[in-house]
């Protein structure tokens, strides 16, 4: 898949939305069925590609991360601004991570795994 202009991509950005909550709704992504997962995967990866093109970042968060970071800290009951201050950065930081404006250094990945329980392959991934 290839996305070809902001509504496209907007249109991605919502469905790929609709498939975290109902992966944290099941426990986690891993529960979501394979179609789900795949989807889910095709997705992200026109939603990185695009996102590549349009502000290119050799730093650039990758979005089975972020993914991994939302799901975290929806299954602990945790709001964004909650999670912020357990890994240590400002709500603002922890929003740019999510949209993948921002790198993450080595404490916040630490962090990242340690509080929120994201598992070391992901982060490192």
């Known amino acids: 898949m290839k996305i070809k202009d902001e509504v496209t ?3 991605v950005d919502a469905r790929m939305e609709e498939l975290l909550a109902k992966g944290a709704e099941l426990g986690g ?3 979501l069925c394979e179609e789900d997962k795949e989807e ?3 997705l992200s990866n026109a939603a990185y590609e695009w996102e590549c093109e349009v502000d290119p970042h050799p730093w650039r968060v990758k979005p089975s991360l972020i993914a991994a970071i ?3 800290f929806r299954q602990k009951g945790l709001r964004q601004k909650e999670a912020a201050k357990i890994i240590g ?3 603002t930081a922890f929003s740019d991570i999510l949209h993948g404006r921002r790198a993450i250094n080595y404490n916040v990945a630490r962090n990242i795994y340690h509080e929120l329980g994201v598992p070391a392959s992901i982060i490192l991934g």
Request: zero cysteines; glycine letters at 0%; hydrophobic letters at 40%.
């Open 89 to 91: 950065v400002s709500n």
């Open 70 to 72: 939302k799901v975290a």
């Open 40 to 42: 889910f995967k095709i």
């Open 29 to 31: 992504m891993e529960n």
């Open 9 to 11: 991509y907007n249109e």
